[in-house]
């Protein structure tokens, strides 16, 4: 385990992270990707969503936004890392953290939306289990196109087509 896993860690919102939380994802995603204020405070305070903030000695490395959707199907919203946080375990303990919630929920599955044009995080995804489902157009307001990728939780392991 390096230095900076081992001072990992994640913990639940609190509205006085708002700010700094917007200020990540606005540096993680290029306009018409990051989400507007309104936007993610609406994901934040959903009532059936929920927000990890992981710390490395008291600074906010990352967070990640889930929702549960009908069909016990969970919606990663977004997972931004600070650029100097990433490949250090802080995206992974993130969404380790969301599995494991929407496994305690008895989802079925759980899926997110990458750009087109994010090599990186389509094999972050995949290296984690999750299966390109389908391309959506235009799904950013920039124009880019996404995919959705999936990952079945428990027994089932195959996207059925």
Known sequence: ?????ALLQLRSYRASDFDALHQIDQAC???GVSYSR???AEFIGHRNSS????????????????GREPQR???II?????????????GSALMDAAE???SRQQLRLICLETAEDNAPAQTFYAGRGYEKLRMIDRYYSNGVAAWVM???LGKQSKVES
């Open 51 to 66: 927000t990890w903030v992981a710390e490395v000695e008291g600074e906010i490395a990352g967070f990640l936004v889930a």
């Open 78 to 90: 977004t997972i931004d890392v600070v650029a100097c946080w990433r490949r250090r375990g802080v």
């Open 100 to 102: 494991d919630w929407a």
């Open 1 to 5: 385990m390096s230095h900076a896993t």
């Open 73 to 75: 199907v969970g919606h």
């Open 150 to 152: 999936v990952k079945w």
């Open 38 to 40: 309104e936007e993610l």
């Open 29 to 31: 995603f290029p306009p």
